[in-house]
Every structure is written in C-alpha cells, then in structure tokens.
C-alpha cells in the first residue's frame, strides 16, 4: 500500500485537468479542496498546477508533452509526491511513474490514505483496508512493494508466475476474508439496533468539515473530537438527547462525505453509515459560509440516495451562521430552502430553534391511546408501563382503563399482545 507519511511533510505538487464541462473557478476550488486533503495526510503543496485539454490523455492523463514539463519541475524542486484530482488507470500510474520516478497518487488513493491514519476501532480499520485493497487491485504496477515472497511448487501456479500476478491473488484471498469479517460485524450490529428499534433515531450527516461533530457536542456534551481537519471523524458516535420530560432521542454522528468518495469506501463503511439507513431523522448540516454550499448538498444527495435514505425525513441545518460576511445570503437560502434552520453549533445561535423542530417531528413518531382491559390481564398492564409513558390508570370494577402515550412501534407491539390475548379468550 503506498502511505505518504512520513516524519516530515512530503513536498507534492496538485495536478487537474479542465475540459469543457467544468470552470476554472470550480476547479481552482476542487485543488483548493484537495489541498486540504493533502495537508490533513501530511504533505506540503510545493504546486498546483491545471491543465485545458478537451479531454483527458489514455496514457498520461495530462498529455505526454506537460507530463515531461512537469518531470523537469519534479527534479528542480525536489518533489516527492504527485496527486491527481482524478482517478487514474492503471496505465497511467504506470506511465507516470516511469516518468516521474515518484509515488503517484489519485485523488480516491490520498482519501483512502487519510481514513487509514484516521480509524482507530477494529471495524474501522477493517473497512478501510478492504477499501484499500479493492482501490490497489487493478492499478497494481511494478513500483508497488512485493506483498510477500513468490513461492512455487503444489499449490501455487509455479515458478513462471509474475510477482504481480502473485500479489493480485494474495490480495484477492485477502479481500474474502476482510468482507467475510465484515459480515459478521455486520450481524453483530443487527442485532444491537435492535435495542434502538424503540426510540426515535436522528442522524447528523453532511459534506466533511461542515460542522455536525460540533454539533452533537453542543446538543448531548458527546465530547467527539472536533476539529478545523477533513474526516476527523470516521466512527459513529451514539447519544442520548432530551428534548423535554420523557422526550429522548438517540442522536448519531458518523463520517462526512465529500465529493467524489472512493464507491469502495461507501460500501466498505456500510455497517458504519447503518445509522444513516435507520435512521427516523436526516439532519443535514451544511457550512452555509463556503461559496460552493450549495454543490456540497447535491454531494451529500447523491450520497443518501446512493444509502437509499432519499425519502427520509429531513431537516437542513444551515451552520456557521455567526461567521457568515453576507448577511444577504441568509434571506437567499430562507428562500430556497423553506423550513430550514440556520444555526452556528459553536456558538449555540439558534439551537432552539432545532430543539422545537426535533420535538415536532418527534410527537409525528408517537401515538396517545387508551385501552380497556379485564383486571386480570395484570401482565399487559405492566408491559404497558415498560414500553410507554402512562399517562392515567382508571380501575372499574373487574376493568381497567390506561392511557399512555408510545412511539408507533411500541404501541403495535402493545396492540398485538392484546390481540393474542383476546384471540386467546374466543
């Protein structure tokens, strides 16, 4: 695996292509985003450096005459590392490579690099490096290190065997048992959620370093690491939040997307971003203070959708309010986006405003009933009280009467005890 770190910073030049379909500005912004990324792995931009082509080259993806401009600035300036805002092909890596006589790196390779420095749990760790693994298979070129020794005789294809035909095989077997593992913390996840089945479930999701670490601090005290870094979070984080007496929901938040994630990632992480398929809530915070806010929620769209969490009820959290220059584009995104709340996390501006909302959809998700039943059916009675809030008991010679108030999936439950009993009795 090529990992860029190292005990000082890598000096790296930035490569992107424009063709028609794209502006300068965007693409200035898209290496402003990836210079970002470079400096949360740990690499010094020396460079960044844009290419016009209609479209990009087969073979060098820049065109083989800036390739070799580029492999004279190389060598004059004592780079290290070259990234790509695009992927490459295997082809290319290998083109380049030879020309440069560098690491190479795309921009889904550098992404992958952080969530490696960046997982801390077992199942962090073992999602990224499927991701890894998957992302490595087909750019496989001789610049990679030997994965282990080549071996022939039983069992192996023999001693003719290329030592990248010998890594692909290893890194296949590697890849069964890594999804295999995965499966099976899969399972294990199954059957902890369902112990959250009977709460109303909220999921803060949103374009990396948008804010929703802040806010999870600032509504439950989680104590999430919070910082001015891309992906700082990359493990979901569970919390109980009051919103009243009786009112709580549990509130997660898990690893922010960017443009243009690794499809390996999301499918590595799915046990992880599980909390975003379950949950009741879509919070989607987006940092209203960048000039391309708007491009970061189409970002996250696709995401949720590509999740199958499209239809989900959702709130827009518009945050960094505090810090927003013009106060014009307040009006512009209450406009466009209506029943959306603009708040800043750290400064707690507005935090009601979402407590009201939160409490509003919450009472969409409960159910006030009351159900007559024999004196007798004691048992019901007291289920009733572990799985709702009671609001009367009323006794009537050999009948009682209760009240309560339960989520929907608690009160069908409640519901079909009363029915096995009373089917029971005919």
């Known amino acids: 695996m090529i990992d860029i770190k190292d005990n000082a910073p890598e000096r790296a030049i930035l490569i992107g292509v424009r063709t028609n379909d794209i502006s300068k500005e965007k693409l200035e912004e898209h290496l402003d985003e990836l210079e970002m990324l470079a400096d949360t792995a740990g690499a010094d931009t020396v460079f960044k450096i844009i290419q016009d082509r209609k479209r990009v080259d087969s073979a060098f993806f820049i065109g083989k005459g800036k390739a070799e401009e580029i492999a004279e600035l190389i060598e004059l300036n004592d780079i290290k590392l070259v990234i790509f805002d695009e992927d490459l092909t295997q082809t290319q890596v290998r083109n380049l490579e030879k020309l440069f006589e560098r690491k190479i790196l795309d921009r889904s390779g550098l992404i992958l690099d952080i969530f490696a420095s960046h997982a801390k749990t077992n199942e962090a760790k073992t999602q990224v490096e499927l ?13 990679w290190t030997h994965l282990s020794k080549q071996y022939g005789g039983i069992g192996t294809k023999g001693p003719g065997e290329t030592q990248i035909e010998t890594d692909r095989r290893i890194i296949r077997t590697r890849i069964s048992k890594l ?48 910082e001015n870094k891309l992906f700082a979070t990359l493990d979901s984080t569970t919390r109980n939040y009051e919103l009243a007496k009786n009112k709580t929901i549990l ?15 999301v499918a ?17 915070v987006v940092d209203v203070t960048h000039p391309y806010f708007e491009d970061h929620m189409y970002v996250v769209d696709e995401t949720l959708n590509e999740l199958g969490c499209g239809k989900k009820t959702r709130i827009n959290i518009f945050n960094k309010v505090d810090a927003l220059i013009n106060k014009e584009k307040i009006e512009y995104v209450r406009n466009k986006f209506p029943g959306s709340i603009l708040l800043s996390a750290q400064r707690g501006i507005n935090i009601g405003q979402l407590k009201e909302k939160l409490e509003e959809i919450y009472e969409q998700n409960y159910v006030t009933h009351r159900v007559k039943l024999h004196a007798k059916d004691s048992r019901i009675v007291s289920q009733i009280h572990s799985l709702a809030e009671v609001i009367s008991t009323e006794y009537n010679d050999e009948y009682v009467e209760v009240s309560y108030h339960a989520s929907n999936i608690n009160h069908n439950k409640i519901q079909s005890m009363i029915n096995a009993i009373e089917k029971s009795k005919n």
């Open 131 to 143: 991701a890894q693994l998957q992302y490595m298979l087909p750019r496989l070129t001789r610049a």
């Open 179 to 226: 999804k295999e593992k995965l499966h099976n913390i899969e399972i294990q996840y199954e059957t902890k959620s369902m112990r959250r089945k009977e709460f109303v479930t909220a999921s803060l999701v949103g374009y990396t370093n948008a804010g929703k670490s802040t806010l999870l601090n600032t509504l439950t005290d989680a104590g999430v690491l919070a």
């Open 251 to 265: 509130l997660s938040d898990t690893v922010g997307f960017i443009r243009k994630l690794p499809h390996n990632l």
């Open 268 to 284: 590595s992480f799915k046990s992880t971003l599980n909390v975003v398929r379950e949950a009741d809530i879509i919070l989607h």
